[in-house]
């Protein structure tokens, strides 16, 4: 077979289960650059121009929290109303469910749920989405978090992530 195919039943339902490399190698091909280099993700690209000087597309936490809120200071994307089902998919696992990939309680990514400001569809719940930076639970009281389009490039291990899910509570999904 000739390329990758979703597998029947899923084709409207979002990617899951991508590492961090992963999602960096395809933020990489998706805007024309050679993934291959993927795992070095604080060098520059290659004859990369300073606009594009950078070896990965992810969004940057701060740039994900902008992107889902907007300029006001909101606690979700659609303001500070607590959420229903009808603006996210949060807490739909169910204990001892064994699920196949076409019967997981996703959303399709056309659903309108999570909407941005800007229009952007699930910026919170259905599934968490990667992030640049690495997660520290205190960069947001340093200096650097005060720069603009501020990212932490102190590696700490894990990657941060942003949005919430299916399977966890709305709480995670702020």
């Known amino acids: 077979q000739d390329g990758w195919?979703?597998?029947?039943?899923?084709?409207?339902?979002?990617?899951?289960?991508?590492?961090?490399?992963?999602?960096?190698?395809?933020?990489?091909?998706?805007?024309?650059f050679d993934w291959r280099p993927y795992r070095a993700e604080l060098e520059p690209l290659p004859g990369s121009s300073h606009a594009a000087n950078q070896s990965s597309y992810l969004p940057s936490e701060a740039q994900w929290e902008y992107a889902a809120r907007g300029a006001a200071t909101r606690k979700y994307p659609?303001?500070?109303?607590?959420?229903d089902p009808q603006q996210l998919r949060c807490a739909s696992h169910l204990v001892r469910e064994r699920y196949r990939a076409e019967t997981l309680p996703m959303a399709p990514v056309n659903d309108v749920l999570g909407m941005s400001p800007f229009g952007l569809h699930h910026m919170a719940g259905n599934v968490w989405q990667w992030c640049r930076d690495w997660y520290a639970p205190d960069f947001y009281h340093t200096p650097e978090a005060r720069m603009a389009n501020a990212e932490n490039r102190t590696p700490t291990g894990v990657r941060s992530e942003r949005g919430g899910s299916w399977i966890g509570p709305a709480a995670l999904a702020r």
């Open 5 to 32: 195919q979703p597998r029947p039943g899923t084709e409207h339902l979002p990617m899951i289960l991508v590492s961090w490399y992963g999602a960096n190698a395809y933020s990489l091909w998706a805007n024309g």
């Open 78 to 83: 659609w303001g500070n109303d607590e959420p």
